[in-house]
């Protein structure tokens, strides 16, 4: 199976190259960390019961942006390291801005045609939703599950196959929304199954998080978390990294 072949090959990615993903993602992971800990003692300079809307709202756009910046920056450094062999030399990964900034305009883009996406999606879920209703009036939890599941299967192959923009604005190449979507045509099937796995595994990487947490342990949860945040972010951008290359580039997997 092509899904299990390229998740796998995405986990032995990141697990081959243990030093690399360590220096392209560990520092950045704790500047993000050590910049949500300012904006949240930024909050605290409020008294709770008459925090002003405006302050949080802002302090919630500055975490998103300092999230997106640091994904960016991680994200560009693993694309490079794997499809071109540019291995981090120092403790902190280079910062490429040309290609981040790319990276960036890419991912505003492809946010804007999935929320479109969503958009014209609306009508017919509502149309089939009332349709099933009427037909099974009394499943209403399996009624309203159905359509979900749809428009979310829809939405997952539209962000993977879209997201080929991404890889290719970290090596500063031209692929844009049409191309992306003619590179991966006919493997809609594929790329169900890929999500699948890789929120499965997602969950099962969680999982001990939560368990620590009932426990008590609260310092081995976080220490768990920030862990297996690192892993599944190096993971999913080995997914998208093997996509990349298998299905634009053409190249072989191992």
Not at 63 to 90: D, M, S, Y
Not at 147 to 155: D, K, Y
Request: glycine share 10%; aromatic share 6%.
């Amino acid at each position: 199976m092509l899904a299990l072949k390229i998740f796998v090959h995405s986990i032995r990615q990141v697990t081959g190259n243990l030093e690399a993903a360590l220096r392209l993602s560990v520092v950045p992971m704790l500047i993000q960390f050590g910049a949500f800990l300012l904006l949240d003692g930024s909050v605290s300079l409020f008294p709770t019961t008459a925090t002003p809307y405006m302050a949080v709202i802002g302090l919630i756009a500055a975490a998103l942006v300092v999230q997106g910046l640091i994904g960016c920056w991680i994200a560009v450094g693993w694309h490079r390291f794997v499809l071109l062999g540019e291995r981090p030399t120092g403790v902190l990964p280079t910062l490429r801005r040309g290609r981040m900034l790319d990276y960036i305009g890419r991912g505003l883009i492809l946010i804007l045609l999935l929320i479109s996406l969503g958009i014209g999606l609306a009508i017919p879920v509502l149309l089939i939703t009332e349709a099933l209703q009427a037909v099974l009036p009394n499943f209403p939890i399996l009624t309203s599950l159905l359509p979900s599941v749809g428009i979310a299967l829809v939405l997952g192959v539209a962000i993977q196959r879209l997201s080929m923009m991404l890889p290719a604005a970290a090596l500063g190449k031209e692929l844009g929304p049409g191309m992306a979507l003619e590179a991966t045509k006919g493997q809609a099937g594929t790329l169900v199954v890929l999500a699948i796995l890789s929120t499965l595994f997602a969950s099962v990487a969680m999982a001990p998080a939560a368990l620590l947490g009932y426990l008590g342990l609260g310092t081995l949860q976080i220490v768990w978390k920030a862990a297996a945040r690192i892993a599944l972010t190096l993971l999913f951008l080995s997914v998208l990294t093997t996509l990349y290359g298998y299905l634009v580039e053409k190249r072989a997997l191992a």
